[in-house]
């Protein structure tokens, strides 16, 4: 398997989508250079030639996914920590008001569990090794804090959802509940 071969084969068609993804250009271009060294570093274990656009659109996908998990922790982190980036829009702000003092309010060892695996970008799996636990307690654990957090949130703010669970921002009024 030529890399070159791949690469003049794939560069558009993949940039076209990771593109229609990611709006930035450059990270849209940032990502395509990142499959391409994970299909020169992987490529021994693609088995059959003829899965080879699958298994190439597989590792697009999952960067994709990796370049939005870690947006999202990062972006979590500081507005748990009280600190915003310069980019958060009103609609954030209003969200923001009611989600940090329910964390807050949660049982030390739910909110540690929170914080650590939604934000820190700690595993259950890493969680559970840190604070000696089996990975089942620890994945019950991380689902009871996020239970509780979603009943003490939306008990108090009403929000409407779109058909992905996203909060819709014309339903955002502040929040009396702190």
């Not at 076209?16 to 930035?24: E, L, N, W």
């Not at 309010?105 to 909110?111: F, I, R, V």
Request: aromatic share 10%; glycine share 2%; proline share 2%.
């Amino acid at each position: 398997m030529d890399i070159n071969k791949i690469w003049n084969t794939f560069k558009t068609e993949l940039l076209g989508f990771i593109k229609s993804r990611i709006a930035d250009q450059s990270i849209a271009e940032d990502i395509l250079q990142e499959v391409f060294i994970k299909i020169l570093t992987k490529k021994d274990t693609l088995k059959d030639d003829s899965k080879l656009a699958s298994w190439v659109y597989q590792i697009t996908r999952h960067k994709i996914i990796d370049h939005y998990r870690v947006k999202k922790i990062i972006d979590y982190k500081d507005e748990i920590e009280g600190t915003l980036p310069e980019e958060v829009t009103p609609f954030n702000q209003d969200f923001l008001c009611c989600l940090k003092p329910f964390i807050n309010q949660l049982e030390n060892n739910y909110k540690e569990a929170i914080i650590k695996t939604t934000f820190d970008g700690l595993s259950q799996k890493e969680f559970a090794a840190i604070k000696g636990l089996s990975y089942s307690a620890a994945k019950s654990r991380v689902q009871r804090a996020r239970q509780k957090l979603k009943e003490s949130f939306t008990t108090c703010c009403q929000f409407q959802f779109d058909k992905y669970g996203n909060i819709l921002p014309d339903s955002v009024s502040a929040c009396n509940c702190q």
